[in-house]
Each structure stands twice: as C-alpha cells, then as structure tokens.
C-alpha cells in the first residue's frame, strides 16, 4: 500500500460508503438471518457478531468485539486504522484517491477540511443553543403559571424538530439562512429569559 495520508473526511467516507454487512460478506463472514454472522475474533461456533441496523458497525455479543468497517479490517488483518482503511480504499476500488496530490488537489481537499471543521463548530453551537432553549420550554410547559408558557406550547415542538433536522442533515440547515438568524435570535432569547419573569 501507498503511503498517503488520510483525514477524518476519508474515514467518513469510506463508512459512507460501505455497509458492515457488505464488508464481512467480502472477507468471508455470511450475514444470516436476524443480521448475525460468525465473529472471526475467537472461535465461534454459532453466530454472535450482531450487525447493526444502519449497517455500520458491528458487536459481538461473546467477545465483546466491536466498531465499524475499519475497526472491522483492522481487527482482522491485525492493521491500525490508517491501513485498514487503505486496505478498504484498495479492495473496493472506492473513489478515494490516496496517491500523491497535486497543488491544486491539496487546497481543494484543504478547503473541504475547512468546510467540513466549520460545519461540525456550527452544528455543535446549534445543538448547545437550542438544547438549552428546548430544556427551558419544558420547564416551562409544566408550569402552568410561568410567563414562557404559552411559548413553550407554541415553540416546543418546532425547537425538536430543528435538533433533528440538526442532526440529520446539517449542511441544509447551515446553508439556511433563515434558520441560521432565528438561532441568534433564539441565543438572545435565552440571555433574557430571566428578565421577562
């Protein structure tokens, strides 16, 4: 295997692309009935590696073994990450480049980085203000006699909603410049909860 070197995007990626199952079926492990096949980290004569539902990990139930697709080749080749996720890269033809870059590959995969640290900085500030503000509208859901109640019936639901658009597909929700100014104004929402008691 060449040497590269890979960032956090390439792991992503790689887990992006391939399913736990798809993998173990690949090196020799048939995924039964149920989603469980043979560990191949002791000897297991009857099936108790669990593959996760969303295909993207693994547990074994005996051995305690567990992770995803890299954890995965990484036990049962005996590699570290970075070389089981080459290995992975390598035996899928997956559209990974990790032979030496050019100039201009090098700042555009920088500027991906960047995006990609950026957006994660956003979605964790998001989730820490609209955590707070959901956690003070169901103190206030239940107190009937509290100035934010009628808020908290109005707003309760829609704050859930935003923390799982959040959480599922934050580049629209980042990219929404909407959504982007009702989290500021939600910030100084949550400065003067205080002062509308």
Same mark, same amino acid.
């Given at each position: 295997?060449?040497?590269?070197?890979?960032?956090?995007?390439?792991?992503?990626?790689?887990?992006?692309?391939?399913?736990?199952?798809?993998?173990?079926?690949?090196?020799?492990?048939?995924?039964?009935?149920?989603? $469980?096949?043979?560990?191949? =980290?002791?000897?297991?004569?009857?099936?108790?590696?669990?593959?996760?539902?969303?295909?993207?990990?693994?547990?074994?139930?005996?051995?305690?073994? @567990?992770?995803? $697709?890299?954890?995965?080749?990484?036990?049962l080749?005996?590699?570290?990450?970075?070389?089981?996720?080459?290995?992975?890269?390598?035996?899928?033809?997956?559209?990974?480049?990790?032979?030496?870059?050019?100039?201009?590959?090098?700042?555009?995969?920088?500027?991906?980085?960047?995006?990609?640290?950026?957006?994660?900085? =956003?979605?964790?500030?998001?989730?820490?203000?609209?955590?707070?503000?959901w956690?003070?509208?169901?103190?206030?859901?239940?107190?009937?006699?509290?100035?934010?109640?009628?808020?908290?019936?109005?707003?309760?639901?829609?704050?859930?909603?935003?923390?799982?658009?959040?959480?599922e597909?934050?580049?629209?929700?980042?990219?929404?410049?909407?959504? $982007?100014?009702?989290?500021?104004?939600?910030?100084?929402?949550?400065? @003067?909860?205080?002062?509308?008691?």
């Open positions: 295997m060449k040497s590269c070197r890979l960032c956090k995007e390439d792991y992503d990626e790689v887990k992006r692309l391939l399913s736990m199952e798809r993998v173990a079926e690949f090196y020799g492990y048939k995924v039964q009935r149920g989603r $469980v096949c043979l560990c191949p =980290f002791h000897k297991d004569t009857h099936p108790s590696m669990k593959i996760y539902p969303d295909g993207k990990g693994f547990y074994c139930w005996s051995c305690g073994a @567990g992770g995803d $697709v890299v954890k995965f080749v990484g036990l080749f005996g590699l570290g990450n970075r070389e089981a996720c080459l290995k992975l890269i390598d035996d899928f033809s997956l559209p990974i480049k990790t032979e030496g870059l050019t100039y201009r590959e090098k700042r555009e995969r920088q500027d991906r980085q960047n995006r990609y640290r950026k957006l994660r900085k =956003f979605q964790e500030e998001a989730h820490s203000i609209l955590w707070e503000y956690k003070l509208l169901c103190n206030a859901a239940q107190q009937y006699s509290s100035p934010h109640f009628d808020e908290a019936m109005q707003e309760l639901s829609i704050v859930e909603y935003w923390l799982e658009c959040l959480k597909c934050p580049e629209e929700y980042y990219a929404d410049r909407k959504a $982007v100014r009702k989290l500021g104004e939600i910030e100084r929402r949550i400065a @003067g909860w205080d002062d509308f008691a």
